[in-house]
């Protein structure tokens, strides 16, 4: 990890700027594996520092709120992607974005995009009581879309308590009916 007195290389604008107005929506989700080299090339060093907490100063205001949400949810997907360490900043993110909702950042925001990715770390999380809170949030502050993947998400939790598709790469056994529901198209996403 880097040195503590290590500023970051970039801030909070230019992760906005490569986020919401280089890359294609379309991208934000899909397994590509040129996009994710282009993410930790990019932003790999600057992912590090978030996780280890440098970054913490960012979260005073919502531009840099975002941005280190973006750091500590998106980015690690797309860096580690297959790996536990895609997950590794779930609960800092979920933190910041509960933080930001209460604060009044998610509604004083103008753009819905980036209200969705304010919003993304409780969608992410394996908490029943987070999940159903996220919900009316989603259905209030995005657009249908995914909002019905707030609800699709938030289901699988109720069913089984944690998303299962997850469940290799944390090392967790998956039940019979995990593997079951893994099979089915659509199961992980």
Do not use: Y
């Not at 949400?69 to 933190?95: E, K, N, Y």
């Not at 939790?157 to 944390?170: E, T, Y």
């Amino acid at each position: 990890m880097a040195s503590p007195t290590m500023q970051p290389a970039e801030g909070p604008g230019s992760v906005h700027q490569f986020w919401f107005e280089a890359t294609p929506p379309q991208q934000w989700f899909r397994k590509d594996p040129d996009f994710d080299a282009q993410v930790r090339q990019r932003f790999l060093q600057l992912t590090l520092q978030a996780l280890d907490g440098q970054l913490s100063t960012w979260a005073q205001d919502p531009s840099g709120g975002l941005a280190l949400v973006l750091l500590l949810d998106q980015m690690p997907r797309q860096i580690w992607r297959g790996t536990a360490q895609a997950f590794a900043g779930d609960p800092a993110a979920l933190a910041l974005s509960q933080r930001a909702v209460e604060r009044g950042w998610v509604q004083q925001e103008a753009d819905q995009a980036r209200r969705q990715f304010w919003l993304m770390p409780l969608m992410h999380s394996e908490d029943p009581e987070v999940q159903r809170t996220a919900v009316p949030l989603f259905e209030r502050w995005c657009d249908p879309r995914t909002a019905a993947f707030a609800r699709k998400h938030r289901d699988v939790i109720r069913r089984f308590g944690r998303f299962p598709h997850r469940n290799a790469l944390l090392g967790r056994a998956s039940t019979p009916e995990e593997l079951a529901f893994l099979q089915e198209p659509g199961s992980s996403f």
